[in-house]
């Protein structure tokens, strides 16, 4: 990479696999499993998450071959801007950190609620109610102490935060493969029935959740310029993270199916832990399987930790933002200013209680979507205008890929539009998206009075350094 950026270039391909694979994985397969398998049956969630893991796979090509060609912090924005202009490259930037931003608050609060089911009653000072969730001392300290803890080793650097998300993530792995292989063996095949239930509309609800438990393959892009790898093998890699969290989520469900029968799966309240206790005849077993939901928070957690800091860097260096979060540490090569900011807005979540976080993550998966719209739009523009531009990963029959990754991506938001099952409620998730979007329109304007055209010349300058 180029030593203009700054960064230190020392990922490796384990570490970037490990990155984007352990923020996608996180914490939802604990939770959701047995509600998955209730609403469309073991067969049906898993046809489900193929269909879903299938889908992303289109946009992830997409970002897979404009990551590779573009290989530098604050990807979306880079590659929106070649493609979509100086104003789309903002609002697909600034949507999709409102997106890693909600991820980074709510993992402050998943921390203590999972903590909880390892040491029930432990929550202790009752501070306040915010939306009718009480508020405790003790819960809140939980997540504010690993807020803390992932900010101080994202300061440090990205090395230090790449060998944190490795390990995590094989803790999560063997725990998984322990529920895997135990099913097989102790499972059994009469608890998978019914196969199929809810018909379609139990299909499509699990189809619904589906590419929201992907999301975390887009933070490869913001750490592009961190990594010793070849530039295709940023592409291939990226693929490679979104198929293997496909096959880890269809294996999950087989082996919760296999491991609770129906009646067991309706009266479970942490399906997955339930399916460890049954089949290793022991509470230790679902003990450690929530273990291993708390390795899942700590990947995702410090998966976007890393891509917000990146991304908030590189627009600050274009002058969107202020000038003060586009700094690098001298020693550790660290967006430290960015990274201090995440921290505090993660320090304070526990704060404002559970219900509060889940309407600024349903807000955030909006500017997630936004932002995948505008990459695909942005790849398809790019094969169409400048065919002959450098793509060391080539996606096979592009424009058909870029056609079906904006059609995807247009479902995907109107998933989150009044009418459909899975809308923004309405005051609360819209105030969050409007107030969001108000926000980014005081920082854009402010920019362009204080630097005019700036923003437009050093983002250039970046698309067409090939470094």
Not at 19 to 34: E, H, Q, R, S, T
Not at 79 to 86: A, D, N, Q, V
Not at 98 to 116: M, Q, R, W
Not at 336 to 351: C, F, H, Q, R, T
Request: proline share 4%; with cysteine.
């Amino acid at each position: 990479m180029s030593q203009k950026s700054g960064f230190s270039r020392v990922l490796t391909k384990r570490e970037v696999l490990a990155l984007a694979f352990g923020a996608m994985i996180g914490w939802g397969w604990v939770v959701l499993a047995g509600e998955w398998i209730r609403e469309a049956g073991s067969f049906g969630a898993m046809f489900a998450f193929i269909i879903g893991g299938l889908l992303v796979t289109f946009v992830g090509l997409t970002y897979a071959e404009l990551a590779s060609a573009m290989p530098k912090a604050g990807g979306e924005l880079l590659y929106s801007y070649r493609g979509l202009g100086l104003l789309p490259s903002f609002i697909c930037s600034w949507t999709i950190i409102l997106g890693y931003i909600s991820v980074v608050s709510f993992e402050a609060v998943a921390l203590p609620t999972v903590v909880e089911y390892l040491f029930p009653n432990y929550m202790q000072g009752y501070l306040w109610t915010v939306a009718g969730w009480d508020v405790y001392a003790s819960w809140a300290l939980v997540g504010i102490a690993g807020s803390i803890v992932l900010c101080v080793v994202n300061y440090l650097g990205i090395k230090m935060a790449a060998f944190m998300q490795t390990v995590f993530t094989l803790v999560i792995a063997a725990a998984g493969i322990m529920l895997i292989t135990g099913s097989l063996f102790t499972g059994s095949t009469v608890n998978m029935q019914p196969l199929l239930t809810g018909g379609m509309a139990g299909l499509f609800t699990v189809i619904i959740m589906t590419p929201f438990m992907f999301v975390g393959f887009d933070v490869i892009p913001q750490a592009a310029e961190e990594m010793d790898i070849p530039r295709k093998s940023i592409g291939k890699i990226l693929i490679i993270s979104v198929l293997m969290a496909s096959a880890w989520y269809v294996l999950i469900i087989f082996g919760v199916s296999r491991a609770l029968s129906p009646a067991e799966l309706q009266n479970t309240g942490l399906a997955t832990a339930d399916a460890m206790t049954a089949l290793f005849g022991g509470v230790w077993a679902g003990k450690l399987l929530v273990l291993a939901g708390i390795a899942g928070i700590i990947t995702s957690w410090n998966g976007f930790y890393i891509g917000a800091s990146r991304l908030i860097y590189a627009m600050a260096r274009a002058k969107m933002l202020p000038e003060f979060l586009g700094r690098l540490h001298p020693k550790y090569k660290t967006p430290y200013n960015a990274i201090i900011l995440i921290g505090i807005l993660s320090s304070i979540a526990p704060l404002f209680g559970k219900k509060m976080l889940v309407w600024l993550v349903n807000a955030g998966g909006l500017g997630v979507v936004v932002a995948y719209l505008a990459v695909a739009l942005s790849f398809l523009v790019l094969r169409y205008r400048e065919p002959d531009m450098a793509r060391p990963f080539t996606v096979s029959k592009g424009k058909l890929v870029g056609f079906i990754a904006v059609l995807m991506s247009i479902g995907m938001a109107l998933m989150y539009l009044p009418g459909s099952p899975s809308a923004l409620a309405w005051p609360y998730e819209w105030v969050i998206v409007l107030g969001w979007l108000a926000l980014g329109v005081a920082f854009y304007a402010a920019a362009k009075m204080k630097h005019g055209d700036e923003a437009s010349r050093l983002l250039h300058e970046r698309v067409h350094d090939n470094m």
